[in-house]
């Protein structure tokens, strides 16, 4: 059986982890406060193109051109987070958020607030 691409694999993954934790809402929840190690981001699926818009409300926003079906965005957004950090794919786990726009991240061997000032920077 022939290797799958990298992005195949990462879709596959992200799609096996979608059967749990099922969440929908359509407005990000307000909760307790992040813990410093988890990123939280709001994604805009389906734009024109893939940027970081900014803060809004304690929350990253990032525009992704992927489409929200099968765990396509999810795809994206950790390709995305990965490629502007100069990290590895298995070092960017969406912790929470698999179903919602509103997601909680972990990036291994970075803290939340440098990626948040380093993402806000890039912009």
Known sequence: M???????ELADAVRRLNGSGRQSALACPAGPPVRAQLLAVRIRPRSRVEE????????????LRAAPVDGAANAALIRFLADRLGVALRDV???????????????????????????????
């Open 93 to 123: 786990v969406i912790e929470s958020g698999l179903n919602s726009p509103c997601k909680r991240l972990r990036i291994h061997g970075h803290d939340a607030d440098s990626v948040r000032r380093t993402l806000l920077s890039l912009g």
């Open 2 to 8: 022939p290797a799958a691409e990298p992005s195949q």
């Open 52 to 63: 970081v818009v900014g803060e809004r409300q304690g929350l990253v926003e990032i525009r």
